[in-house]
């Protein structure tokens, strides 16, 4: 018995004086180890996101701006039990496993994940009211993208939403993190640097439920840079609505031909891009993914056969290697034997020279000169004015399109090849962008330039960073062979397949394009895109654009009305609405 007792005691006195050197340990040696984690709990370092810089049309109207929102966001490290998340997401109409994947894969426990970025007041006085069920749920005022113009010019600019962890290696180099609003396309993507700022900081106490109940210290962000663009907004809703009146897919350009500015640039369909300002739904993103592809950048990132439109180019070949001038005379009885295939023309046009073979648009009179030429010379000067490369417009997404030639082909070209290249077709393949830079290098005399949308950078501190004009090159000594294309281009509108390009008091030069396709799934039937590339005035040009109206049949009846009200509301500030008629080319 007195042995049970004696050992008894020995254990509690061994029990005792763990426990007391334990203790020691906790409070003395270790004790600002503990101190620090039990702050680490109490204080939180929160990021506080910059504004994004606004941008401006080129007579500083809003293009797209800031409003001030209410977001959600949960704070991993809080442990967020099953039920709060699953209310919260009764709450907010969120799937429960959507809310519990992005607060399980947090990069950083101690941030908090968004879950609504633009929160309405029924949604955050709800989560007030049950804010004791709801630990480490957070309601933080922020500011959001907002477009005012909705859908117009929504290519051009783009759209906002959280970083991908994807994109997480594109965007370190612009101390980017997790959880952060960025650029996903258009002006949005390419000035990202410029748009974002620079983030600020909160040092914030909060209670035992994680709710911020003291501001310990802050730094402001710094809001990011303003980008004054070349567009003309009300031009680009102009162009828009004459676009969206085809009820089919295309794209309109707009450049200045003096300078490169890019006035408008449309693409049909189109989108909305506050959806993603305010993230976007699964069924919203399902019918941004839908057959029409209506995020498709169709004026940089679609290629088309230019049909007709693409004879400016051999036109000018001819004219510079000597193969024709203004008053060679072709005859075409409506086709022409080449080789063992019959190659046709769209009418009948007997003897015609070459200024009217531009106007009435004579694919034999083409013919005649592609066989000529050959495909390589008509490459070089496909290519010298602009064509099958990059223009460089500002834009993320453009893509080269195709001048092809006998080395690019790999196997044998035949004379067959020439003569459809000769006309804009076979293989050839060109963007509406790089048909406006053509016929402004036309209308300016010959320099080609780098298409421009934003103009001035103004940042913060308040200096202003301008983008000047980008020559790319200059084919001013070809200027009396550019002279001759123009006054074909004239009579294109006064008297040829352009004549529904006429506008009253103004001389518009143009040319028409009817580029034939096969049947394939988009387009069953193999209906014809309908091109026109215009400039004007014709004596000193302010404006020059290309239209491509996907399945849109002849370019004279289609595209050319698009341009007369395009050319009309810009120099004459008149509203038309011009139908078509005309079935030439």
Not at 231 to 257: C, F, N
Not at 361 to 388: N, P, Q, T, W
Not at 479 to 486: A, C, D, F, S, T
Request: proline content about 6%.
């Amino acid at each position: 018995m007195r042995l049970r007792v004696y050992t008894f005691y020995i254990f509690t006195l061994f029990l005792g004086t763990i426990l007391i050197v334990k203790l020691y340990q906790i409070q003395i040696i270790q004790g600002s180890y503990y101190r620090e984690m039990a702050e680490g709990n109490r204080i939180r370092l929160l990021s506080v996101s910059a504004p994004r810089g606004e941008i401006l049309d080129r007579k500083g109207r809003v293009m797209a701006k800031n409003r001030p929102s209410f977001s959600v966001s949960v704070i991993p490290f809080e442990g967020n039990k099953e039920e709060s998340l699953k209310l919260l997401s009764r709450i907010i109409n969120v799937p429960y496993t959507e809310i519990k994947n992005k607060v399980d894969n947090a990069p950083n426990r101690l941030q908090p994940v968004n879950i609504i970025l633009d929160a309405d007041m029924k949604i955050v006085s709800k989560i007030k009211e049950l804010e004791d069920r709801l630990p480490g749920v957070l309601v933080t005022t922020n500011v959001i993208r907002e477009y005012p113009n909705k859908n117009v010019a929504s290519h051009m600019l783009g759209y906002v939403g959280e970083v991908s962890s994807e994109e997480m290696k594109i965007f370190q180099k612009y101390d980017v993190r997790m959880g952060d609003i960025v650029g996903k396309a258009g002006i949005e993507r390419e000035y990202q640097n410029e748009l974002m700022g620079v983030a600020g900081g909160e040092q914030v106490e909060v209670d035992a439920m994680g709710r911020p109940i003291k501001i310990l210290g802050i730094v402001p962000p710094i809001p990011g840079s303003t980008l004054v663009t070349t567009i003309d907004l009300e031009l680009q809703k102009v162009v828009e609505e004459s676009l969206k009146r085809r009820e089919l897919p295309g794209a309109i350009v707009v450049l200045d031909p003096r300078n490169g500015d890019v006035l408008a640039m449309a693409s049909n369909p189109d989108f909305d891009p506050n959806s993603f300002a305010k993230g976007i739904t699964a069924k919203e993103w399902k019918e941004l993914l839908s057959a029409k592809k209506p995020l498709l950048n169709r004026a940089i990132s679609a290629v088309y056969p230019p049909g007709s439109t693409f004879k400016i180019a051999v036109a000018l070949a001819a004219l510079v290697e000597g193969i024709v001038d203004e008053d060679t005379v072709f005859y075409c009885p409506g086709s022409m034997m080449i080789g063992n295939r019959r190659f046709k023309c769209w009418t009948s046009h007997g003897r015609i020279n070459f200024l009217n073979a531009i106007a009435k648009s004579c694919d034999v009179a083409f013919y005649s000169i592609g066989l000529k030429l050959g495909a390589e010379k008509i490459a070089k000067y496909a290519r010298l004015l602009g064509l099958g490369d990059l223009t460089g417009v500002d834009i993320p997404g453009e893509v080269k399109g195709l001048i092809p030639d006998p080395s690019w082909k790999k196997e044998p070209w035949y004379i067959g090849d020439t003569a459809n290249m000769s006309i804009g077709q076979g293989y050839v393949q060109v963007t509406p962008i790089q048909m406006a830079v053509l016929v402004s290098a036309i209308a300016n005399g010959g320099k080609v330039y780098k298409p421009r949308v934003v103009s001035k950078i103004i940042r913060q501190d308040g200096t202003i960073e301008t983008q000047p004009p980008t020559l790319v090159r200059d084919l001013s000594n070809f200027r009396r062979e550019i002279g001759i294309i123009q006054e074909g281009m004239k009579l294109v509108v006064e008297r040829g397949t352009g004549i529904l390009a006429k506008v009253e008091g103004i001389r518009v030069a143009g040319k028409t394009g009817t580029a034939e396709n096969f049947p394939n799934i988009e387009n069953p039937l193999g209906k014809d895109h309908a091109w026109f590339i215009a400039y004007a005035p014709v004596d000193n040009p302010e404006i020059a654009l290309s239209i491509v109206i996907e399945q849109g049949g002849h370019g004279g009846s289609t595209s050319a009305p698009i341009a007369a009200e395009i050319i009309s509301y810009y120099l004459t500030g008149r509203k038309i609405i011009r139908g078509g008629g005309w079935q030439g080319d």
